[in-house]
């Protein structure tokens, strides 16, 4: 083998491939965690529907930009970024101001070799109730509260306040959220409200992501754990440098004995 050999360049050419491997495989790690984390953008406030000349804004946190991102949308069938004709940027955040109804439609990440987060989709309404729902799947067992919102009643309750599943009736309720105990994919649908005297929200899907997606587990552990399989492969590879270092110099102390019997 070439690290075998006793020649001091060569040694160290081999401790440097060990740490560069080593590198890469630290590189790979995070990149398949932050595809993990940022696999959607952050949103705040954090649903699906927002009022008319309300402030959304919008974060790529975690998502791969070595080659830097942008934020972009798809409203009325036409794709632009944040900072031409809508949204400005404040450091790394995307801040929308004053939304409209044609603001309404796809929000995702891109990086800039075309690398594309999922997208969320966003409901701009003009009318006095919105539905605050999750704007990105739920895994399944989990509880999920649907919030019926009047924009313009902040102290009173409504007696009457009706939530709808694929535009069929779910129940009527005297508070303004609906919980849903341990979600399943049969849960899964669009979703809307009725606050008697105030109005409709809008329908908002509600999407239900299945714990039996092995891929997803397994990154999702591969990241959770991802500390010690990092000290893992530093500890082999400081100990395969050792190892190299230790035969280096036994190779050189018989390069004598060896010459004398030639």
Not at 138 to 145: C, I, K, Q, Y
């Amino acid at each position: 083998m070439i690290c075998q050999q006793d020649n001091i360049e060569v040694t160290f050419f081999c401790i440097r491939l060990l740490i560069n491997t080593w590198l890469l495989l630290v590189i790979q790690i995070w990149d398949s965690c932050d595809a993990q984390t940022a696999s959607f953008p952050h949103v705040v406030p954090n649903t699906s529907q927002h009022y008319e000349y309300s402030t959304v804004s919008f974060d790529c946190k975690g998502f791969d930009g070595s080659l830097g991102w942008k934020l972009m949308r798809k409203a009325a069938d036409v794709d632009t970024a944040c900072g031409t004709s809508w949204g400005v940027f404040s450091g790394s955040i995307c801040i929308f101001r004053n939304v409209y109804i044609e603001d309404s439609g796809q929000y995702w990440c891109e990086s800039g070799d075309g690398k594309k987060s999922s997208p969320v989709n966003i409901t701009i309404t003009p009318g006095p109730v919105i539905l605050e729902s999750p704007l990105i799947p739920v895994m399944e067992g989990n509880t999920v509260s649907l919030r019926c919102k009047n924009r313009t009643d902040f102290t009173k309750t409504s007696t009457s306040i009706t939530f709808y599943k694929n535009g069929i009736f779910i129940k009527s309720i005297s508070t303004s959220t609906l919980i849903i105990h341990n979600i399943n994919k049969s849960h899964e649908g669009l979703y809307k409200c009725n606050i008697s005297g105030a109005g409709e929200s809008p329908e908002s899907w509600l999407a239900v992501r299945s714990r039996d997606n092995t891929d997803d587990r397994m990154v999702t552990l591969f990241c959770y754990d991802q500390l010690p399989v990092l000290l893992y492969f530093l500890l082999r590879t400081v100990g395969t440098i050792l190892w190299v270092t230790l035969l280096l110099g036994v190779l050189r102390k018989r390069q004598p004995w060896n010459d004398h019997h030639i």
